[in-house]
Nanobody
Framework: QIQLVESGGGLVQPGGSLRLSCAASGFPLGIYAIGWFRQAPGKEREGVSCSNTNSVQTYYTNSMKGRFTISRDNAKNTVYLQMNSLKPEDTAVYYC??????????????????WGQGTQVTVSS
């Protein structure tokens, strides 16, 4: 069964850090691009970062590039998102997604993108 399972979310104070994990099963991670998206209440889902099959990283905004780091461990079939210097506006449900190809960016509206169930990140004092 093809599946993505996110973990690592939670409540953190502004300025804190979290590391999200996305565990993949049912397919070899190494031949697909994997990305992270997030969706805040009342807002559209937006791209955060993407890692292609060569582990080249793409970040969707300059703010994320300076604070977030995507990485992948193909042997463990897991992708990570290290988030530092978190801000209240980073509060959202974070999803990982598998591209139908090995390339970034991931077009979120494509029907053959595989999504995880999401993990909640709340940044608040």
């Amino acid at each position: 069964q093809i599946q993505l399972v996110e973990s690592g979310g939670g409540l953190v104070q502004p300025g804190g850090s979290l590391r999200l994990s996305c565990a993949a099963s049912g397919f070899p991670l190494g031949i697909y691009a994997i990305g992270w998206f997030r969706q805040a209440p009342g807002k559209e889902r937006e791209g955060v970062s993407c890692s292609n099959t060569n582990s080249v990283q793409t970040y969707y905004t300059n703010s994320m590039k300076g604070r977030f780091t995507i990485s992948r461990d193909n042997a463990k079939n897991t992708v990570y998102l290290q988030m530092n210097s978190l801000k209240p506006e980073d509060t959202a449900v974070y999803y990982c997604a598998r591209s139908p190809t090995g390339n970034c960016p991931i077009q979120r509206n494509l029907p053959d993108v595989i999504w995880g169930q999401g993990t909640q990140v709340t940044v608040s004092s």
